[in-house]
């Protein structure tokens, strides 16, 4: 069955940098296009970053862009995000999510979750 | 950006009861639209892609409709397992993809 499994949030000091990994494993990893969807506390899902299928082309949402950056290992069928320039307002739960569907791209697989917290 | 907005943004019912939620779209999506379930603590689950489809093993009670800037998901007899959040989720051509701002579904 399909697996996401995040890992590496803590607590991090503002300017200071964060890298989160997902292992992804029951499904062909190289086939899929992978994001990352994050929720502050008690607030609703914002999606961040995502990358296609063969990490030839990423995005990300304007409020990351140019601090962090997705990027995904096929050989060890792990997706991760890196994230420097941490800000007090990146606190959330970051879920690794598998893209999906031709009709309308959907995030059909998350993982667990793993808890950012940017303090001081 | 395209703003995705639901109404409400709670709702109170009772088991038996059938729930609609709206969702739109700040401008024209087609039926790029998606609606996920997420409980409490737990992760977000899929329930419909592409404004209407279900998504496999997810109950026929729920159903979704619409196009263009306005879309519905129908719980048609809410089940206490259905107590939870609800988000669409907008996918019309290029990134950000964006959410609505959910609807708490709780118990009357």
């Known amino acids: 069955q399909v697996q996401l499994v995040e890992s590496g949030g803590g607590v991090v000091q503002p300017g200071r940098s964060l890298r989160l990994s997902c292992a992804a494993s029951?499904?062909?990893?190289?086939?899929?296009?992978m994001h990352w969807v994050r929720q502050a506390p008690g607030k609703g899902l914002e999606w961040v970053a995502g990358i296609s299928y063969d990490g030839s082309n990423t995005y990300d949402a304007v409020s990351v862009k140019g601090r962090f950056t997705i990027y995904r290992d096929t050989s060890k069928n792990t997706l991760s995000l890196h994230m420097n320039s941490l800000r007090p307002e990146d606190t959330a739960i970051y879920y690794c999510?598998?893209?999906?569907?031709?009709?309308?791209?959907?995030?059909?697989?998350w993982g667990q979750g793993t808890l950012v917290t940017v303090s001081s | 950006d395209i703003q995705m907005t639901q109404s409400p943004s709670s709702l109170s019912a009772s088991v038996g009861d059938r729930v609609t939620i709206t969702c739109r779209a700040s401008q024209s999506i087609s039926s790029y639209l998606n609606w996920y379930q997420q409980k409490s603590g737990k992760a977000p689950k899929l329930l419909i892609y592409?404004?209407?489809t279900l998504q496999s093993e997810v109950p026929s009670r729920f159903s979704g409709s619409g196009s263009g800037t306005d879309f519905t998901l129908t719980i048609s007899s809410l089940q206490p397992d259905d107590f939870a959040t609800y988000y669409c989720?907008?996918?019309?051509?290029?990134?950000?993809?964006?959410f609505g701002q959910g609807t708490k579904v709780e118990i009357k």
């Open positions: 999510a598998r893209g999906s569907g031709t009709r309308s791209l959907n995030f059909d697989y």
């Open positions: 592409a404004a209407s």
């Open positions: 989720q907008q996918s019309y051509i290029t990134p950000p993809w964006t």
């Open positions: 029951g499904f062909t990893f190289s086939k899929f296009a």
